[in-house]
C-alpha cells in the first residue's frame, strides 16, 4: 500500500531534508515536492515535483500534508487540509499562529484528521522531551548550536530570525502568560562538548504556547543560542534573505529540556548536506508523518507534539537519524 505525502515548501533548505527523509524511510512512501518556485531535488519514480502557492494548495489524493512554508500560511494550509481531508504537520507557528491554530481543533476532530503543530526540533523534539520528564512546575528549553564552518551564514530561514528577535518574547511566570521586550534575558551557559559555552537569548517560540496549557506549569521559557555580533547584524539589516551556499555543513546542535531541575538533550550532528539545524527540524516532521499514516498516532484533532507524539517510538525514530537523546 503506498503512503502519499506532500510537503509544501519541499524545495527549502528543511523540506529538502523532509523530502530526502521520506525517500528513505520505505519503499512506499510517494512523496509531491509542492513549492512557489519547484526545482528537481531528488530524480526518482517516488518523487515528483509541482508548483503550489501555499495561499490556496491542492492537496488531494494524499494522505499527510507536511507545511514547510513560513508561519503565517499556516492556517491556509490547514483549512486546505480540512476541505482535502488531508491530515497536517507544520514545524512551527512562532506562539501567536499556534494559537489561532489550535482553535480549528474541533474541526479537525469532526473530520477524523490529525494536525501535529510544531514538529520540527524546537518546537518539536523539545516538546516531547518535556512530555518524557513529566513536568509538574517548570520547563527551560534552550538551544545552542556549534558551527565550525568558516564562511558566514545563519541558521535558518531569515524571516523567522528577524521575527524572534524583534517581536515580544512570551513567557510563563507565576503560571501566567507574559510578554517580555525583545532580545533580553542574555544567559551564558555551558553544554556538552563540541558546543561548549554559549550565550543565550529569549525570543519569541511556540513550545511556550502549548507546554505550560497541557502540563499546568508555573513557569516557562525558551531561549536559543545567538552571537552578539550576528544579532546586531540581523537588526541593522545585514543579513541577506536567502541562506548563502557554504558548501558542507559542518556544526553541532544540542537542544536541551530543564524540566524541574532534570535534564535531557537531543544532539545533532551535520551531514554531507544538511546543517545539524536541518537534519533535527527536517528529519522529525517527516516521522510523524510516517508515524501517522501507519496507525502510531490515532488521536484526532489539532494537537502539540507532547500530546500526539508517542515517546519511545518517536526517540527510536530518532536514534535511527543519528540523533542522540540524553538524559
Known amino acids: 500500500m503506498n503512503r502519499r505525502f506532500i510537503v509544501l515548501g ?61 508561519h503565517n500560511f499556516n492556517l491556509h494550509v490547514m483549512r486546505a487540509a480540512l476541505r482535502d481531508r488531508v491530515h497536517y504537520i507544520d ?36 516538546n516531547v522531551m518535556a512530555r518524557a520528564l513529566s513536568p509538574k512546575r517548570s520547563v527551560k528549553i534552550r538551544v545552542a548550536t556549534k558551527d565550525f564552518n568558516p564562511a558566514p551564514g545563519f541558521p535558518y530561514s531569515a524571516q523567522t530570525i528577524r521575527e524572534e528577535l524583534t517581536l515580544t518574547a512570551w513567557i510563563v511566570k507565576g503560571g501566567k502568560f507574559k510578554e517580555m521586550p525583545p532580545r533580553t534575558g542574555w544567559e551564558r551557559m555551558k553544554f556538552p562538548a563540541p558546543v561548549g559555552w ?43 534573505n536567502q541562506p548563502v551556499d557554504r558548501g558542507r555543513p559542518d556544526d553541532y546542535e544540542i537542544a536541551r529540556v530543564v524540566a524541574d531541575g532534570r535534564v535531557m538533550e537531543c544532539h545533532a550532528r551535520s551531514r554531507k548536506h544538511a546543517s545539524a539545524g536541518d537534519v533535527d527540524t527536517g528529519c522529525p516532521p517527516s516521522i510523524v508523518a510516517q508515524m501517522i499514516v501507519t496507525g502510531q498516532i ?16 518517536f526517540f527510536k525514530e530518532l536514534a535511527k537519524r543519528g540523533m542522540e537523546i540524553r538524559s
Open 298 to 313: 490515532t488521536q484526532r484533532g489539532v494537537l502539540p507534539p507532547e500530546v500526539a507524539v508517542p515517546m519511545e517510538p
Open 198 to 240: 554559549q550565550w543565550l537569548v529569549r525570543t519569541r517560540h511556540s513550545e511556550v504556547a502549548t507546554l505550560p496549557v497541557t502540563f499546568g506549569l508555573r513557569e516557562c521559557d525558551f531561549k536559543v543560542g545567538f552571537d552578539r555580533q550576528f544579532v546586531r547584524d540581523v537588526m541593522a539589516g545585514k543579513i541577506p
Open 91 to 126: 514545524l512551527g507557528g512562532l506562539f501567536m499562529w499556534t494559537r489561532r491554530q489550535l482553535k480549528l481543533h474541533r474541526s479537525f476532530e469532526r473530520a477524523g484528521l490529525t494536525a501535529v503543530l510544531g514538529m520540527g526540533c524546537a518546537p518539536g523534539i523539545v
Open 10 to 70: 519541499g524545495c527549502g533548505a528543511i523540506g529538502r531534508v523532509v523530502v530526502r527523509d521520506l525517500l528513505e524511510s520505505h519503499r512506499a512512501n510517494q512523496i509531491t515536492v509542492a513549492d512557489f518556485r519547484p526545482v528537481t531535488l531528488i530524480r526518482s519514480q517516488r518523487v515528483k515535483t509541482v508548483f503550489a502557492d501555499a495561499r490556496r494548495a491542492d492537496l488531494r489524493g494524499h494522505d499527510v500534508v507536511i507545511n514547510c512554508t513560513q
